[in-house]
């Protein structure tokens, strides 16, 4: 949504292998922004993860998680370990804070106006990670990340409108202790930046 119009420029990636069906990766959007001004969107969904993994990994987040330990990947866990959560954060013995910490990290690209919104369609699994990591709370810490790949917007908030059950979820889950930490990022040719953290819009 908010994304694709027609003759829309893209930079694609080139990775050929005789195991993918296509040699090339769609990672970025051209749009105009409300203000006229022409900037790139990331829009490869797998880039989500290795960005805010180097983002813990390089302390920008640490006013909010903590120094840690040990960071893994995909680890399961929820009822009967069904789930998977994006990151399993250990902390270290300086931070204050104990608890395990869990991570989920939504790919975020819908906007209007100045609000970024997550999801944007109905997400059984998104909400089904809520329910989990409300399972988790409070003896773990549990951070829900927005990876926002556009600087254009100034709030971020619950895309109600698609899924209000989703939004429901998400306002229960951070009455019971989520911590929601939405990350905007700059994409150029060469490189990404984390540009800011923008405040959460709560809605009733």
Request: aromatic content about 14%.
């Given at each position: 949504k908010s994304l694709i119009t027609k003759d829309s420029r893209v930079r694609v990636s080139f990775s050929p292998s005789p195991t993918r069906k296509l040699s090339?990766?769609?990672?970025?959007?051209?749009?105009?922004?409300?203000?006229?001004?022409?900037?790139?969107?990331?829009?490869?969904?797998?880039?989500?993860?290795?960005?805010?993994?180097?983002?813990?990994?390089?302390?920008l987040l640490n006013k909010f998680i903590g120094e840690t330990e040990l960071i893994r990947a995909e680890v399961p866990y929820g009822v009967e370990k069904k789930s998977r959560i994006d990151f399993l954060l250990t902390p270290k013995s300086s931070n204050?804070?104990?608890?395990?910490?869990?991570?989920?990290?939504?790919?975020?690209?819908?906007?209007?106006?100045?609000?970024?919104?997550?999801p944007d369609t109905i997400t059984t699994r998104g909400q089904k990670h809520l329910r989990e990591l409300m399972a988790v709370l409070p003896h773990s810490k549990c951070i829900l990340i927005p990876c926002?790949?556009?600087?254009?917007?100034?709030?971020?908030?619950?895309g109600d409108e698609v899924d209000p059950l989703y939004g429901n979820l998400f306002r229960e889950s951070i009455k019971k202790g989520l911590i929601v930490i939405p990350c905007c990022f700059d994409f150029h040719k060469d490189h990404v930046t984390l540009k800011k953290i923008i405040p959460l819009l709560e809605t009733k």
């Open positions: 090339w990766t769609w990672e970025q959007v051209e749009i105009i922004t409300n203000q006229g001004k022409k900037i790139w969107v990331g829009v490869n969904t797998l880039f989500a993860n290795k960005l805010i993994r180097k983002a813990i990994e390089y302390e204050p804070d104990k608890r395990d910490i869990y991570i989920e990290v939504k790919n975020t690209t819908w906007a209007k106006d100045n609000l970024a919104l997550f926002i790949t556009r600087i254009d917007v100034q709030f971020f908030s619950s």
